[in-house]
C-alpha cells in the first residue's frame, strides 16, 4: 500500500507546481512586445474586427482576469487557440507531443542501455585501460553539443555514406498510407527505426555520458561495501558479486539522475527536432514564437514542464519501488 | 574551529608559512592548489581554460576597444564580407567542388567568404564572456536564495525553494527560449536567461551546506556574541561552503557555454555578425553538403573549451574531498 499512496502524494505535490509553471508562463507570454491584434489583423483592421478579437481573446479584460480565465480553462483541459495554426492549442499538442516523447524516450533507453554496461565495466576495472577509455567517452559525451553530434552525423552517415536519412521522424504506428515506400505496418516500423537512429544517438548522448559517470562512482562505491567484503570472504565468485550484490544498490543514484536528465533531454529535444527537421514539440514551440502564437507559446511550454514533472514522479516512483524506505520514510 | 580553518582567512594568508611541525590543514584554497598541481588532468583543465581565457580577452581588447584593427592589420575582419569573396573554401590542402583552399585561410571560409579561423578566434569572446556571466549569475541568485532559505527555514524556506522548484520544473532550455522571446533575443537576455535557470542548481547546493552548517558550534557562538544575522550569512556560512560552490561554478560554466550555443544555433543570442560559435553551426546547416568542415571547426572549439572547464572541476572536485587524497 505504502507504494500507492507515495504515488498519490506526489502527485498531488505536483500541482502546486504546475500552477506555479502557468504562472511562469502566462507572465513571460504577456511581457512578450507586440499587440497580437496587429499580428493578427494587420496594421489597418476595422473597428469591428478588433472588438471582436479582443472579445474572443478576452483583451479588453486586464491580466488577472486573463490568468484566472486561462488556468480554468487548462483545468478543464482548454488550453486555447492556435491564431498560426487555426486550430486548439491542445490538439496541436496531443499531435506533436508523441513525436517528442518517442524520441525522447529512445534516446533514454539508448543512453541507459549503453551508459550501464560502460559504468560496470570501468568501476570493475577501475584505473585500467578499459576505465580509462570508458571515462574519457564520458568526459566528451558530457562536452559536446547534441546538435553538432546530429550535424556531424548527418554529414556522415546520411550525406557521405548514405545509410541513414537525414531528417523527419514518422511514428511507428502511423497509417502505412501516410509513409512513403512503405506498405505494411512492419514496414512503417522499420522506417520509423530507420529515422530514429541518427536523432537518438544525437539526444542521448549527454545522457548516456552522464548515466556512465554516475553508474561509475556509484559501482565503485557499492563494490566496497560490506556486504560485498563479506560474499567475497564466503567465497562467491566476483561476476556474481557485481550482479547480484554489488549492482542493484549501485542503481539508486543512476535513477535520480535519470530524472533530473530530463530536463536536459526535454530542452535537448527542441535542438535536436531543428537539426533532422523533426515535426515535434520542439518545432512547436519554435514556430509559435516565431508567429508570435501567444497560446500556443503558454501551451507549449506549459507542456514542457508538464513532462517534466512527469517524469520525474516516474522516476521518483520507481526509486521508492526499489528502496521501499523512500514510500514508508515520508508520510 | 581549530581543525577547520575558516577558507576566507585562509585564501588571504598566501604568504605566512606556517609552522614546521605543523599538521598541514586538508582544505582550503592553499591545499586545493597544491593537489590540482600534482593531478596532470586538472593542470590539463587550468591549461585549456588559460588559453581560451587568454583568446578570449584578447577578442575582447581588439573588439571594445580597438574595433577590430588588429584583426585586419594580422590577418582578416571577422566580420566585415571582403572585396574579393572566396565562398566556402575548403581548408589548406583539401579540395571540394570549389578548388583546393588557399593558405590565407587555413580553415576555409565560410558561405559569405569570411575566414573560418578568424571567425572562431572572435568568437571566444561571446562563448567565454556568456560562460562566467551566466555562471555568475546564477551563483549569486542561487547563493543568497539559498543561504537565507537554510539559514532562516519556517515558512521562507518554504516559499522560496517552491519557487526555485517551480522554475527547474521547466526545461531550461525552453524556459531561456520563452524568457528571451519576452524580454529580448539578444545576448544580454541569453546571459541573463541561462543565469536564471542555473539558480536552483546553486540554491540547493547551498541551502543543504547552510543547514548542516547552521548548528555548527562557531555558528552558535557568533549568535550568542550578537553578531547580526546579515554577518552570519556573508561571514560564515558561505565562506565555508567555497569549495563544493566552485566545483559547481567551473562545471556550471561548460553547461551554460553549451545552452548559449544551443541558443545561438536556434537564432536566440548574438545576432550576425557578430561571430559567436553557435550562430556559426547554425549558418552552416546550409552547407552541409559542399562544405562539410564549415560544421565542424565551430564544433570542435566548443568542445575543447567545455571539456577544459569540465576536466578543472573534476580535477577540483578530487583536490577538494580530503577522503580522495591521503
Known amino acids: 500500500m505504502g507504494l500507492l499512496r507515495y504515488t498519490l502524494w506526489r502527485l498531488a505535490q505536483s500541482i502546486p507546481v504546475l500552477i506555479g509553471i502557468i504562472t511562469i508562463t502566462f507572465f513571460l507570454a504577456n511581457q512578450i512586445p507586440g499587440d497580437p491584434v496587429e499580428i493578427m489583423l494587420g496594421p489597418t483592421p476595422a473597428q469591428a474586427q478588433v472588438e471582436a478579437i479582443q472579445a474572443r481573446y478576452g483583451l479588453d479584460r486586464p491580466a488577472h482576469e486573463r490568468f484566472l480565465t486561462y488556468l480554468s480553462g487548462v483545468a478543464t483541459g482548454d488550453l486555447g487557440h492556435s491564431i498560426y495554426y487555426d486550430r486548439p492549442v491542445l490538439e496541436m499538442i496531443l499531435l506533436r507531443l508523441p513525436v517528442t516523447l518517442y524520441l525522447t524516450v529512445s534516446a533514454f533507453l539508448f543512453a541507459i542501455v549503453t551508459a550501464i554496461p560502460l559504468g560496470v565495466i570501468s568501476a570493475k576495472r577501475r584505473n585500467k585501460p578499459a576505465d580509462h577509455v570508458s571515462r574519457i567517452v564520458s568526459l566528451i559525451g558530457v562536452s559536446t553539443p547534441s546538435f553538432w553530434i546530429g550535424l556531424m552525423l548527418i554529414i556522415i552517415f546520411a550525406f557521405y555514406l548514405g545509410w541513414f536519412p537525414a531528417r523527419g521522424l514518422p511514428l511507428p504506428w502511423a497509417d502505412p498510407a501516410d509513409i512513403r515506400g512503405a506498405e505494411t505496418q512492419l514496414q512503417v516500423i522499420r522506417t520509423s527505426l530507420h529515422h530514429l537512429a541518427m536523432p537518438m544517438i544525437a539526444l542521448g548522448t549527454l545522457q548516456m555520458a552522464q548515466i556512465t559517470r554516475i553508474e561509475r562512482s556509484s559501482m565503485v562505491e557499492s563494490l566496497q561495501g560490506e556486504y560485498v567484503k563479506l560474499a567475497r570472504a564466503y567465497g562467491v565468485s566476483e561476476s556474481k558479486i557485481v550482479r547480484k550484490h554489488a549492482f542493484q544498490v549501485a542503481q539508486l543514484p543512476v535513477i535520480t539522475i535519470i530524472g533530473l536528465g530530463l530536463s536536459t533531454a526535454l530542452g535537448g529535444a527542441v535542438l535536436t527536432e531543428t537539426v533532422f527537421e523533426i515535426q515535434g514539440m520542439g518545432r512547436l514551440i519554435i514556430t509559435a514564437i516565431n508567429n508570435q502564437d501567444y497560446e500556443l507559446i503558454m501551451g507549449t511550454t506549459f507542456m514542457f514542464g508538464v513532462a517534466f514533472v512527469v517524469g520525474v514522479i516516474v522516476t521518483d516512483v520507481a526509486y521508492a519501488y526499489i528502496d521501499p524506505r523512500v514510500a514508508y520514510g515520508d508520510e | ?326
Open chain 2, 1 to 326: 574551529m581549530a581543525t577547520e580553518p575558516d577558507p576566507q582567512t585562509d585564501t588571504t594568508a598566501d604568504g605566512s608559512e606556517s609552522g614546521a611541525g605543523e599538521v598541514e590543514a586538508r582544505v582550503g584554497l592553499r591545499y586545493t592548489l597544491k593537489q590540482v598541481k600534482r593531478d596532470t588532468t586538472a593542470l590539463m583543465g587550468i591549461y585549456t581554460v588559460g588559453f581560451v581565457t587568454l583568446i578570449a580577452v584578447l577578442a575582447a581588447i581588439d573588439y571594445y576597444l580597438l574595433d577590430y584593427a588588429v584583426a585586419e592589420m594580422f590577418w582578416y575582419s571577422p566580420v566585415q564580407d571582403p572585396d574579393e569573396v572566396q565562398r566556402l573554401l575548403p581548408p589548406v590542402g583539401m579540395e571540394n567542388q570549389f578548388g583546393a583552399g588557399v593558405i590565407e585561410h587555413p580553415m576555409g571560409t565560410d558561405h559569405r567568404g569570411r575566414d573560418i579561423f578568424v571567425r572562431l578566434f572572435y568568437g571566444t569572446r561571446i562563448a567565454i564572456t556568456v560562460g562566467f556571466m551566466a555562471t555568475g549569475i546564477g551563483l549569486v541568485g542561487g547563493t543568497l536564495i539559498g543561504a537565507v532559505s537554510g539559514y532562516y527555514g519556517g515558512w521562507i524556506d518554504d516559499v522560496l525553494q517552491r519557487i526555485t522548484e517551480t522554475v527547474y520544473a521547466i526545461p531550461f532550455l525552453v524556459l531561456v527560449i520563452a524568457f528571451m522571446t519576452a524580454f529580448g533575443r539578444d545576448l544580454t537576455f541569453a546571459m541573463i536567461g541561462v543565469g536564471i535557470t542555473s539558480i536552483p542548481v546553486f540554491n540547493r547546493l547551498i541551502r543543504s551546506r547552510v543547514v548542516s552548517i547552521r548548528e555548527e558550534d562557531y555558528i552558535e557562538a557568533a549568535r550568542a556574541a550578537g553578531v547580526k544575522d546579515r554577518n552570519i550569512i556573508l561571514r560564515h556560512i558561505i565562506p565555508n561552503s567555497f569549495a563544493p560552490v566552485l566545483v559547481q561554478a567551473t562545471l556550471q560554466i561548460g553547461v551554460s557555454i553549451l545552452i548559449v550555443a544551443g541558443l545561438s544555433f536556434l537564432g536566440f543570442g548574438a545576432q550576425p555578425p557578430t561571430p559567436s560559435w553557435g550562430q556559426m553551426l547554425s549558418a552552416s546547416r546550409n552547407y552541409m553538403l559542399p562544405a562539410p568542415t564549415f560544421s565542424l571547426w565551430p564544433g570542435m572549439a566548443i568542445l575543447v573549451t567545455v571539456i577544459g572547464f569540465n576536466i578543472l572541476g573534476d580535477g577540483l572536485q578530487d583536490a577538494l574531498d580530503p577522503r580522495i587524497n591521503n
